[in-house]
């Protein structure tokens, strides 16, 4: 069946700096992946999406591009503020394999910026 | 437009109880999952369904159940609480298309004491 590999946290940056959170997945055939954010307290909000090999999905200086040949989904930003701050939960649906329609979520990494 | 809402917010229950918690979906979505977010188990897939029928369940046992009523709107009851089933529960909804986003809820706390 399908599933999500990320990065556990936590992870401290201060503000300013470079952000990498990796992701990977298995799945069969082509899926749809996605970031989703969680800020303190407050359910999820999807951040960016990419639904074929090679698309980039951006929001809000956040980028990551799908990667067929190696799985992967990485999530970037090039300078995290302290609003930042939150827990991130990559996740896929889709794909040949099981129910296609419903989320596969990575456990999701926490990430405290500091000013 | 509205978003996915749910109701209650927060919910206190003592252990053996019921709970029904409700979720409305982005209108015109005919699709809604219910997810678990428990303390450091991250979000566990609980139940989808779609145009009234459950298409799909997660691993866990069947005194959690629900529905979905004719105008998609959904509920899920848990029965027979048990300390551990104190958790965020998150409802979502989409359009039925393979890949489409699903968009979430804030959730409801249930809080089993």
């Known amino acids: 069946g399908n599933s999500v590999t990320q990065m556990e946290g936590p992870v401290t940056l201060s503000e300013e700096a470079f952000l990498t959170i990796n992701c990977t997945y298995t799945?069969?055939?082509?899926?749809?992946l996605f970031w989703y954010v969680q800020y303190p307290g407050e359910g999820l909000q999807l951040l960016l999406k990419a639904t074929k090999a090679d698309d980039k999905g951006s929001n809000k200086g956040f980028e990551a591009t799908y990667r067929k040949e190696t799985t992967s989904f990485h999530l970037e930003k090039g300078s995290v503020q302290v609003s930042d701050s939150a827990v991130y939960f990559c996740?896929?649906?889709?794909?040949?394999?099981?129910?296609?329609?419903?989320?596969?979520f990575g456990k999701g990494t926490l990430l405290t910026v500091n000013p | 437009e509205a978003g996915v809402t749910q109701s209650p917010t927060h919910l206190i229950k003592t252990r053996g109880q019921q709970a029904t918690l409700r979720c409305s979906p982005i209108s015109g979505h005919t699709s809604v999952y219910w997810y678990q977010q428990a303390l450091g188990l991250g979000l566990q897939f609980l139940l989808w369904y779609d145009e009234g029928e459950e298409r799909n369940r997660g691993n866990f046992p069947p005194r959690f159940s629900g529905r979905q009523f004719p105008n998609y709107s959904s509920e899920l009851n848990v029965n027979a609480l048990e300390l551990e089933d104190s958790a965020l529960y998150l409802c979502?909804?989409?359009?039925?298309?393979?890949?489409?986003?699903?968009?979430f809820g804030e959730g409801s706390w249930l809080t089993v004491v």
């Open positions: 979502a909804s989409s359009l039925l298309s393979v890949g489409n986003t699903i968009y």
């Open positions: 996740a896929l649906s889709g794909g040949s394999g099981g129910s296609n329609y419903k989320l596969t």
């Open positions: 799945a069969t055939g082509y899926p749809s």
